[in-house]
């Protein structure tokens, strides 16, 4: 017996019994249990009773029951040593199977091939590491001797598992990323959207935040760091903008995600998200004033540059010509052999259909080492070891080299590529006013460029590619008809057609090019330099203090 503070008494067995069980929480419903006994008249009578009752003797029971298994003193203690062992094993062989689903996972490797079974050819990564594992771990090694001798048939190696420790863990990982952006309050989301292999069209979220690491030492300060999580795919059935709207809305009500937190949109140049009035942007704009949108800057300076390509026919056909030489070139060991032994450390490489600034690498070859490529044209086209095709093409492509306003375009091409593609660099480091500065300077470079003397120059340059060409540096003769335009008045006169090729390639050529790469620049830049003139104060902002309060509030 024990005594209770209120007055009373209770039994300590069957009171320490109910703490530690439910199930005799349930079943024991005295008073010399519960709440306490004093009906000190009858207690003798009662212990005697209580004594004998079942529950008492069930406590005692489960009691002695709880030390023998702490001790290892039970019946069944071998019994229970195997479970234990057991357990530990599947533990073991769990944690290894998760680890290879996150290796194969961080590497972006693929999990399953041909065949699902062990030991077989093409069995896949996620098998083949399990075997090779298995060479140099006993967990491992025991579990596939099970699995060979039959011991087992649920052995967590096939696809259904696997497709289960990935869910299990890309939940772990989203349920982390969520507590990272909960942290942080606000937000930018990134979309892009692309078909898969099943042509089923699929969007990205990505969330961009700004988070708190702590120092590696205890003394050291907390790190800012700006975050990029990938939240995974959407399945889109309509890619205008109000279902692309409606279906990121959704995904972010799924994962509990605030819209009003939102500070911040990012996505390519799209009519569906950039346009004014019906777009992604536009409707979550209605809806958080303050999601400031910026489209990628990537692709809108592969769009500055594919329009300037294709604004007039022999831009389109200059890089046209580029890519046939190194399909040409390329095609045959021997043709490329022909080509090594011309050409000294750059080569030629393939035209990227993604990354138009990039095509300064394909652009490169042909501005220092054309006359070098041209006699490995030309060795084809003598040797009498390849083939008639081979010299045909070899021979068609000589005459496009050959040509000196080819020449001049290659002159043209570089210097804006080159220009553009240290504009198109990315950095962790790079500071908003630091974007405009460069866009401000390429434009000034370009329109500079677009002068007389950028012209002359660009001349001069080709000449000299033409001495080693040996060529003459003359335009050659042009048979284009002249577009007609519609006059808006009787009394305009038609142009007057050019009739001198050098003035016909300023005009025509170089001229557009330029001014479509300035036009561009200007306007598909221009929200950069809008959020630029609202933002750029808090790069600077030590220098508040010396700034009057009118400036600042404005």
């Given at each position: 017996?024990?005594w209770?503070?209120?007055?009373?008494?209770?039994?300590?067995v069957?009171?320490?019994?109910?703490?530690?069980?439910?199930?005799?929480?349930?079943?024991?419903?005295t008073?010399?249990?519960?709440?306490?006994?004093?009906?000190?008249?009858?207690?003798?009578q009662?212990?005697?009773?209580?004594?004998k009752?079942?529950s008492?003797?069930?406590?005692?029971?489960?009691n002695?029951?709880?030390?023998?298994?702490?001790?290892?003193?039970?019946?069944?203690?071998?019994?229970?040593?195997?479970?234990?062992?057991e357990?530990?094993?599947?533990?073991?062989?769990?944690?290894?199977?998760?680890?290879?689903?996150?290796?194969?996972?961080?590497?972006?490797?693929?999990?399953?091939?041909?065949?699902?079974?062990?030991?077989?050819e093409?069995n896949?990564?996620?098998l083949?590491?399990?075997?090779?594992?298995?060479?140099?771990?006993?967990?491992?090694?025991?579990?596939?001797?099970?699995?060979?001798?039959?011991?087992?048939?649920?052995?967590?190696?096939?696809?259904?598992?696997?497709n289960?420790?990935?869910?299990?863990?890309?939940?772990?990982?989203?349920?982390?990323?969520?507590?990272?952006l909960?942290?942080?309050?606000?937000?930018?989301?990134i979309?892009?959207?692309?078909?898969d292999?099943?042509?089923?069209?699929?969007?990205?979220?990505?969330?961009?935040?700004?988070s708190i690491?702590e120092?590696?030492?205890?003394?050291?300060e907390?790190?800012?760091?700006i975050?990029?999580k990938?939240l995974?795919?959407i399945?889109?059935?309509?890619?205008?903008?109000?279902?692309?709207?409606?279906?990121?809305l959704?995904?972010?009500?799924?994962?509990?995600i605030?819209?009003?937190?939102?500070?911040g949109?990012?996505?390519?140049?799209?009519?569906?998200l950039?346009?004014k009035?019906?777009?992604?942007?536009?409707r979550i704009?209605d809806?958080?004033?303050?999601?400031?949108?910026?489209?990628?800057?990537?692709?809108?300076?592969?769009?500055?540059?594919?329009?300037?390509a294709?604004?007039?026919?022999?831009?389109?056909?200059?890089?046209?010509?580029v890519?046939?030489?190194?399909?040409?070139?390329?095609?045959?060991?021997v043709?490329?052999?022909?080509?090594?032994?011309?050409?000294?450390?750059?080569?030629?490489?393939?035209?990227?259909?993604?990354?138009?600034?990039?095509?300064?690498?394909?652009?490169?070859?042909?501005?220092?080492?054309?006359g070098?490529?041209f006699?490995?044209?030309?060795e084809?086209?003598?040797?009498?070891?390849h083939?008639?095709?081979a010299?045909?093409?070899?021979?068609?492509?000589?005459k496009?080299?050959?040509?000196?306003?080819?020449?001049?375009?290659?002159?043209?091409?570089?210097?804006?590529?080159?220009?553009i593609?240290?504009?198109?660099?990315q950095s962790?480091s790079?500071?908003?006013?630091?974007v405009?500065?460069?866009?401000?300077?390429?434009?000034t470079?370009?329109?500079?460029?677009?002068?007389?003397?950028?012209?002359?120059?660009?001349?001069?340059?080709?000449k000299?590619?033409?001495?080693?060409?040996?060529?003459?540096?003359?335009?050659?003769?042009?048979?284009?008809?002249i577009?007609?335009?519609?006059?808006?008045?009787?009394y305009?006169?038609?142009?007057?057609?050019?009739?001198?090729?050098?003035n016909?390639?300023?005009?025509?050529?170089f001229?557009?090019?330029?001014?479509?790469?300035?036009?561009f620049?200007d306007?598909?830049?221009?929200?950069?330099?809008?959020?630029?003139?609202?933002?750029?104060?808090?790069?600077?902002?030590?220098?508040?203090?010396?700034?009057?309060?009118?400036?600042?509030?404005?």
């Amino acid at each position: 017996m024990q005594w209770s503070p209120p007055g009373t008494s209770v039994c300590r067995v069957c009171r320490e019994g109910v703490s530690d069980n439910e199930l005799f929480a349930t079943k024991v419903t005295t008073s010399l249990t519960r709440g306490g006994y004093n009906d000190w008249k009858n207690l003798s009578q009662n212990l005697s009773i209580h004594e004998k009752s079942n529950s008492l003797v069930a406590v005692r029971d489960w009691n002695e029951l709880s030390r023998r298994f702490g001790r290892g003193k039970t019946i069944d203690v071998a019994s229970q040593r195997l479970l234990a062992t057991e357990t530990q094993h599947w533990q073991d062989v769990v944690k290894r199977l998760i680890g290879i689903v996150k290796y194969l996972g961080r590497q972006c490797l693929a999990f399953r091939g041909s065949r699902d079974t062990l030991y077989s050819e093409n069995n896949g990564n996620y098998l083949q590491l399990v075997e090779m594992l298995a060479t140099f771990n006993t967990v491992m090694q025991e579990h596939l001797k099970r699995i060979k001798n039959k011991e087992i048939f649920q052995h967590y190696l096939g696809k259904d598992i696997q497709n289960k420790l990935i869910s299990l863990i890309a939940k772990e990982i989203t349920k982390h990323i969520l507590q990272l952006l909960k942290n942080a309050k606000y937000y930018s989301i990134i979309l892009d959207c692309t078909p898969d292999i099943t042509l089923i069209e699929q969007m990205t979220i990505i969330v961009r935040f700004v988070s708190i690491k702590e120092g590696e030492s205890p003394t050291a300060e907390p790190e800012l760091c700006i975050d990029e999580k990938f939240l995974g795919f959407i399945q889109i059935l309509s890619s205008t903008g109000e279902g692309l709207t409606e279906a990121i809305l959704s995904e972010l009500e799924k994962l509990k995600i605030p819209v009003g937190d939102m500070r911040g949109q990012g996505y390519d140049n799209g009519s569906n998200l950039k346009g004014k009035h019906q777009s992604v942007q536009k409707r979550i704009l209605d809806l958080n004033p303050r999601a400031f949108y910026i489209p990628c800057s990537a692709h809108t300076l592969n769009l500055v540059v594919n329009d300037a390509a294709m604004s007039c026919w022999d831009a389109a056909s200059f890089f046209s010509i580029v890519q046939k030489i190194y399909v040409f070139l390329s095609g045959s060991t021997v043709r490329w052999n022909v080509l090594k032994k011309h050409i000294g450390r750059l080569t030629l490489k393939p035209l990227s259909d993604t990354r138009w600034p990039s095509r300064i690498d394909a652009i490169r070859p042909f501005r220092f080492q054309v006359g070098e490529i041209f006699d490995s044209l030309s060795e084809i086209l003598r040797e009498n070891s390849h083939t008639a095709m081979a010299q045909s093409d070899a021979e068609c492509l000589s005459k496009e080299l050959n040509n000196f306003t080819f020449l001049c375009l290659i002159v043209l091409w570089y210097n804006i590529l080159n220009r553009i593609n240290f504009v198109s660099k990315q950095s962790r480091s790079m500071y908003l006013p630091d974007v405009v500065d460069i866009l401000k300077s390429t434009t000034t470079f370009l329109e500079n460029y677009r002068s007389d003397k950028g012209f002359e120059d660009l001349l001069e340059e080709a000449k000299n590619l033409s001495l080693e060409m040996e060529i003459d540096p003359v335009f050659p003769p042009f048979v284009r008809q002249i577009k007609k335009k519609k006059r808006l008045f009787c009394y305009e006169a038609p142009d007057d057609p050019i009739c001198d090729p050098a003035n016909f390639f300023k005009i025509e050529c170089f001229y557009s090019i330029l001014d479509m790469c300035i036009n561009f620049l200007d306007e598909r830049f221009e929200q950069i330099k809008h959020h630029s003139k609202h933002f750029q104060f808090l790069y600077n902002i030590q220098k508040l203090k010396d700034v009057p309060r009118e400036a600042v509030m404005e």
